[in-house]
């Protein structure tokens, strides 16, 4: 069960990002969320447990159908800002590239999401270890994160995509650790591992979105970036 590091989630520590770098994730709720209703389904079969499968599932519809708002409300305004005509053209190779590396990491998350909602077999654990999908997932966000990282301007923008992008252990205050396949994937029930799921893809169109408006900012911070003096 996840619930040792339940009070202390919003202090999640990745062991990547120098040293011990603390920094509340801006949708912790739904995070927390999952927590609270992993302990509670584990103990679906105790007599004095309150809430039923019904009421479970119930509180998953209602985190899920608010990430696929989110969702379509990112990919509207991520595309409408690519749609600007005011980048300059080493801009618009970035912004292409980290589109199309988004775009494919996306529809991989939103593949493995449908399968594992229309089968219920949890596709990264196969007899208490990962299975051949569990490492597929484990090497492909890895990659996308170094080609993301590789286009990070500071280390404000790269620190996000660590946290928010990353594969690391997670450590919590009291000094559990856990791999982030093991932490977010074996111990959430079915309903709780597609939330996630879902969650994952609204946070990567998040850092999207960031690094756009990073672009978009950068000319008005500095008015005279692009002024050619003679």
Do not use: W
């Not at 309150?50 to 985190?63: A, C, K, R, Y």
């Not at 292409?96 to 909602?117: C, N």
């Not at 996000?160 to 074996?186: M, P, Q």
């Not at 079915?190 to 672009?215: A, C, M, P, W």
Request: charge should be neutral; include cysteine.
């Amino acid at each position: 069960m996840l619930t040792l590091v339940l009070t202390t989630r919003n202090e999640i520590i990745h062991n990547n990002v120098g040293s011990k770098m603390r920094k509340p994730m801006r949708n912790i709720p739904i995070l927390l969320l999952l927590i609270i209703i992993s302990s509670c389904n584990s103990n679906l079969k105790s007599e004095s447990n309150s809430m039923s499968e019904t009421d479970i599932d119930g509180m998953f519809g209602i985190l899920n159908s608010k990430s696929d708002e989110s969702i379509v409300f990112l990919m509207d305004d991520i595309h409408a800002k690519i749609l600007r005509n005011d980048y300059d053209s080493l801009d618009v190779v970035k912004i292409q590239k980290y589109d199309k590396l988004t775009k494919d990491y996306l529809k991989y998350l939103s593949g493995i999401e449908k399968q594992y909602a229309e089968n219920k077999v949890n596709p990264f654990f196969t007899n208490g270890k990962y299975s051949e999908k569990g490492t597929e997932y484990l090497n492909k966000t890895e990659l996308y994160e170094k080609e993301i990282l590789k286009l990070a301007d500071n280390n404000q923008t790269k620190n996000r995509i660590r946290a928010k992008a990353g594969v690391y252990s997670v450590i919590a205050k009291n000094g559990y650790e856990a791999k982030h396949l093991d932490y977010y994937f074996d111990d959430l029930p079915h309903k709780g591992i597609v939330t996630y799921l879902k969650f994952r893809q609204q946070s990567i169109l998040e850092l999207e979105k960031d690094f756009l408006n990073e672009i978009l900012i950068e000319p008005e911070q500095n008015p005279t970036a692009n002024t050619v003096y003679n």
